[in-house]
C-alpha cells in the first residue's frame, strides 16, 4: 500500500525556517517525481513545486510564491522527500500536502496528475 | 486569485446532476490535459478525473469529465450525499512553469 506521511510542521516566527519531510513506503521512490502542494486555512489548492526523480535529472521546479525562499530536496536511499522552508512569512500559513505523481497514461508534456497525497502537516507562521 | 476559474459553490437535490466549470487559457488548459480533484471535508485531496475524462480505478461512473479548448467542465450525475465536497481542476501552465488549480467549488447536496 503507497502512504505518504508528512512530518515536520509547527509554530514558527516571521522570518525563520523549517523543513518538511514526507516519508514514504508501499513503492518504489526513485521512479517517481515528488509534489509540494499547500493549502492556506479556508483557501484552495496551492502547487508549491516538485522534485523529478533522479533519471529525469532530479531537477526542481517552484511556484513563483516561494521560489528563492523554499526548496525541495529527496533521498532515495531513505524514501523521504523534504521542503526546506527559509525567510517564513506569515502567509505561508498553511496544510502542506506531500504527493506523488501517477502515470496511469503517456503525457507527452511530462506532466502527470497527483494521484496520493500524505495526510499533510501544519504550518502556522505567526510572531 | 486563481490562474483557472471555476464557480465558489454548486448545490443541487439528491439523485440530480450538477456541472462545474473551470475556465483557463491557452497556455494551461488550451495546452495539456485537465485533472479533477476532490476534497472532502477534512481530508486530503483525491484524484477524481485525469487526462480531461479518465476515471481512476475505485471512482464512480457517475463522474465524468470533458474539455474544450481553454475550458473544462466535471459533471456529477445521481448526486449522493457524500459527494458534498470541494472539488478543483488543475493543469500545468506552460507560462508559469507551474501547476495552476482553480479556487474550488464546494458541492452542496
Known amino acids: 500500500e503507497v502512504q505518504l506521511v508528512e512530518s515536520g510542521g509547527g509554530l514558527v516566527q516571521p522570518g525563520r525556517s523549517l523543513r518538511l519531510s514526507c516519508t514514504t513506503s508501499g513503492f518504489t521512490f526513485g521512479d517517481y517525481t515528488m509534489n509540494w502542494v499547500r493549502q492556506a486555512p479556508g483557501k484552495g489548492l496551492e502547487w508549491v513545486g516538485f522534485?523529478?526523480?533522479?533519471?529525469?535529472?532530479?531537477?526542481?521546479e517552484y511556484a513563483a510564491s516561494v521560489k528563492a525562499r523554499f526548496t525541495i530536496s529527496r533521498d532515495d536511499s531513505k524514501s523521504i522527500a523534504y521542503l526546506q522552508m527559509n525567510s517564513l512569512k506569515t502567509e505561508d500559513t498553511a496544510v502542506y500536502y506531500c504527493?506523488?505523481?501517477?502515470?496511469?497514461?503517456?503525457?507527452?508534456?511530462?506532466?502527470?496528475?497527483?494521484?496520493?497525497w500524505g495526510q499533510g502537516t501544519l504550518v502556522t507562521v505567526s510572531p | 486569485q486563481s490562474v483557472l476559474t471555476q464557480p465558489p459553490s454548486a448545490s443541487e437535490t439528491p439523485g440530480q446532476r450538477v456541472t462545474i466549470s473551470c475556465s483557463g487559457s491557452?497556455?494551461?488548459?488550451?495546452?495539456?490535459?485537465v485533472t479533477w480533484y476532490q476534497q472532502l471535508p477534512g481530508t486530503a485531496p483525491k484524484l477524481l478525473i485525469y487526462s480531461n475524462n479518465q476515471r481512476p480505478s475505485g471512482v464512480p461512473d457517475r463522474f465524468s469529465g470533458s474539455k474544450s479548448v481553454t475550458s473544462a467542465s466535471l459533471a456529477i450525475s445521481g448526486l449522493q450525499s457524500e459527494d458534498e465536497a470541494d472539488y478543483y481542476c488543475a493543469a500545468w501552465d506552460d507560462s508559469l512553469n507551474a501547476w495552476v488549480f482553480g479556487g474550488g467549488t464546494k458541492v452542496t447536496v
Open positions: 504527493s506523488r505523481e501517477e502515470y496511469l497514461y503517456y503525457d507527452s508534456s511530462g506532466y502527470y496528475p497527483l494521484g496520493h
Open positions: 491557452s497556455s494551461n488548459i488550451g495546452s495539456h490535459t
Open positions: 522534485i523529478r526523480s533522479r533519471p529525469y535529472g532530479g531537477t526542481t
